[in-house]
């Protein structure tokens, strides 16, 4: 049998479509990896850098009248929006006021909370800004109104501030988001838990504090006083901490009714935003075992830095220094996050509504602060308004000396590059 042969010319027509063919492949290689460098370009301009975009340390900021929730850069003051809850595109809105009015702000197990007057509970995915509404405060056997104040238990739960018209009944409720099962933690007018409230009295914030205990401070609708109150969260029973109307406490006299925020430093010391009836914006430092009060800074003393009035909002970061909202007569009666060390009660202006260079969305009416945990703190029995990790927030550990502003800031131990709360799925 003759064995089959090629001519020179199918043999060369043969190569050539070979090397067409490898050429072709090579070329479409090339394409791909080009497509997917220009991709992954793309997801590191967005999605990527957004998981970096929140990390361990960022501040988290309620703003009612802006109706947005903001990230401000612990070292530089920059103001950045993690979600606008007037735009639809994000998930479920509430309207803006008066429709709707942010109330808080918390952070645990790679979620923020964020709570609303009328709505009910946000979830806010912190890589995206995506929100959900995890509880509809509008229905259900427990309904109402959310009021100020909200934390996070070590297992994910939701404990707020929950008011009820008429009657005016004050209630603490937690809520697993998961299924939206609520339970009454403590009701306010059941002498079985404690004190009993009168008609004008009403919970005007609330944190957790070591071991997930409640803190409630308490105001009063007629200026009779004010108090806060540590609650169980398993029995509910009402235990008085602090009378405001106590001398023997505290010879300065200031309520908690025209002020926001309450919040635990990391050796279990309250601090509260206070307003006296003379005007005094005081954040006071409290004694949990005695209740007894002291100032720990005068907003209206210069001598302990620019003077602030107006006091919204309370966090602790890990340094110990301590974040609050105020509004900052020096730059025109706006409002501005302000840092104060924890030992000396010495401020400095983090974040400046009318600073432009620190972000072109200016702060509104700050209501509710958070700083944000890293992975290694986020087991721990403090929700976003306490503080986080080992140092004792009075000892030789200062992280931010004497200027405590922009820049300043001692950087958190995490890497500053990982988000705690993971890339984008």
């Given at each position: 049998m003759k064995s089959a042969t090629k001519c020179p010319a199918c043999i060369h027509v043969s190569a050539f479509r070979s090397d067409r063919s490898a050429a072709w492949r090579l070329a479409c290689r090339r394409f791909l990896r080009n497509c997917l460098w220009l991709l992954g370009t793309f997801l590191l301009a967005g999605g990527l850098v957004q998981a970096a975009v929140i990390k361990e340390g960022d501040i988290l900021v309620a703003d009612q009248s802006a109706d947005v929730l903001f990230k401000v850069d612990p070292e530089t003051g920059a103001r950045t929006v993690v979600s606008d809850f007037s735009d639809l595109s994000q998930g479920p809105g509430n309207g803006g006021f008066p429709s709707g009015a942010l109330a808080g702000v918390a952070v645990r197990g790679g979620q923020i909370y964020v709570t609303d007057f009328f709505?009910?509970?946000?979830?806010?995915?912190?890589?995206?800004?995506?929100?959900?509404l995890l509880s509809n405060i509008n229905q259900g056997a427990i309904h109402g109104t959310l009021y100020y104040g909200v934390g996070v238990d070590v297992v994910g739960r939701v404990i707020a501030n929950s008011q009820q018209f008429p009657p005016q009944q004050q209630f603490v409720i937690r809520v697993d988001t998961r299924t939206d099962n609520r339970v009454l933690v403590t009701d306010f007018s059941n002498p079985a838990q404690g004190a009993v409230f009168t008609g004008g009295n009403y919970i005007t914030d609330l944190t957790l504090g070591p071991f997930g205990a409640i803190l409630a401070g308490v105001g009063s609708t007629t200026f009779a006083g004010s108090a806060i109150y540590r609650i169980n969260p398993i029995t509910g029973y009402r235990s008085l901490v602090s009378d405001f109307t106590n001398p023997a406490q505290g010879t300065d006299v200031v309520d908690l009714n025209s002020t926001l925020g309450i919040a635990v430093e990391i050796s279990g010391q309250i601090l509260?935003?206070?307003?006296?009836?003379?005007?005094?914006?005081?954040?006071l430092q409290i004694d949990p075992e005695t209740g007894r009060r002291r100032v720990l800074s005068d907003f209206n003393s210069s001598t302990q830095g620019p003077i602030g009035t107006s006091l919204h909002g309370l966090a602790v970061e890990r340094s110990g220094s301590v974040i609050v909202g105020a509004t900052a007569p020096a730059s025109g009666d706006v409002p501005a996050l302000f840092r104060v060390n924890q030992r000396t009660g010495r401020?400095?202006?983090?974040?400046?509504?009318?600073?432009?260079?620190?972000?072109?969305?200016a702060f509104?009416?700050?209501v509710a602060i958070a700083v944000v945990p890293g992975d290694h703190d986020d087991h721990g029995d403090h929700d976003g308004h306490g503080g986080h990790g080992e140092h004792d927030g009075h000892g030789e550990h200062d992280g931010h000396g004497e200027h405590g502003g922009p820049g300043s800031h001692s950087k958190p131990t995490g890497d500053p590059l990982v988000s705690p709360f993971g890339v984008v799925k």
């Amino acid at each position: 049998m003759k064995s089959a042969t090629k001519c020179p010319a199918c043999i060369h027509v043969s190569a050539f479509r070979s090397d067409r063919s490898a050429a072709w492949r090579l070329a479409c290689r090339r394409f791909l990896r080009n497509c997917l460098w220009l991709l992954g370009t793309f997801l590191l301009a967005g999605g990527l850098v957004q998981a970096a975009v929140i990390k361990e340390g960022d501040i988290l900021v309620a703003d009612q009248s802006a109706d947005v929730l903001f990230k401000v850069d612990p070292e530089t003051g920059a103001r950045t929006v993690v979600s606008d809850f007037s735009d639809l595109s994000q998930g479920p809105g509430n309207g803006g006021f008066p429709s709707g009015a942010l109330a808080g702000v918390a952070v645990r197990g790679g979620q923020i909370y964020v709570t609303d007057f009328f709505i009910g509970i946000f979830g806010v995915d912190p890589r995206t800004g995506k929100r959900t509404l995890l509880s509809n405060i509008n229905q259900g056997a427990i309904h109402g109104t959310l009021y100020y104040g909200v934390g996070v238990d070590v297992v994910g739960r939701v404990i707020a501030n929950s008011q009820q018209f008429p009657p005016q009944q004050q209630f603490v409720i937690r809520v697993d988001t998961r299924t939206d099962n609520r339970v009454l933690v403590t009701d306010f007018s059941n002498p079985a838990q404690g004190a009993v409230f009168t008609g004008g009295n009403y919970i005007t914030d609330l944190t957790l504090g070591p071991f997930g205990a409640i803190l409630a401070g308490v105001g009063s609708t007629t200026f009779a006083g004010s108090a806060i109150y540590r609650i169980n969260p398993i029995t509910g029973y009402r235990s008085l901490v602090s009378d405001f109307t106590n001398p023997a406490q505290g010879t300065d006299v200031v309520d908690l009714n025209s002020t926001l925020g309450i919040a635990v430093e990391i050796s279990g010391q309250i601090l509260a935003n206070s307003l006296g009836p003379t005007g005094r914006d005081l954040l006071l430092q409290i004694d949990p075992e005695t209740g007894r009060r002291r100032v720990l800074s005068d907003f209206n003393s210069s001598t302990q830095g620019p003077i602030g009035t107006s006091l919204h909002g309370l966090a602790v970061e890990r340094s110990g220094s301590v974040i609050v909202g105020a509004t900052a007569p020096a730059s025109g009666d706006v409002p501005a996050l302000f840092r104060v060390n924890q030992r000396t009660g010495r401020r400095t202006v983090l974040s400046d509504a009318n600073n432009l260079s620190q972000g072109a969305v200016a702060f509104k009416a700050i209501v509710a602060i958070a700083v944000v945990p890293g992975d290694h703190d986020d087991h721990g029995d403090h929700d976003g308004h306490g503080g986080h990790g080992e140092h004792d927030g009075h000892g030789e550990h200062d992280g931010h000396g004497e200027h405590g502003g922009p820049g300043s800031h001692s950087k958190p131990t995490g890497d500053p590059l990982v988000s705690p709360f993971g890339v984008v799925k």
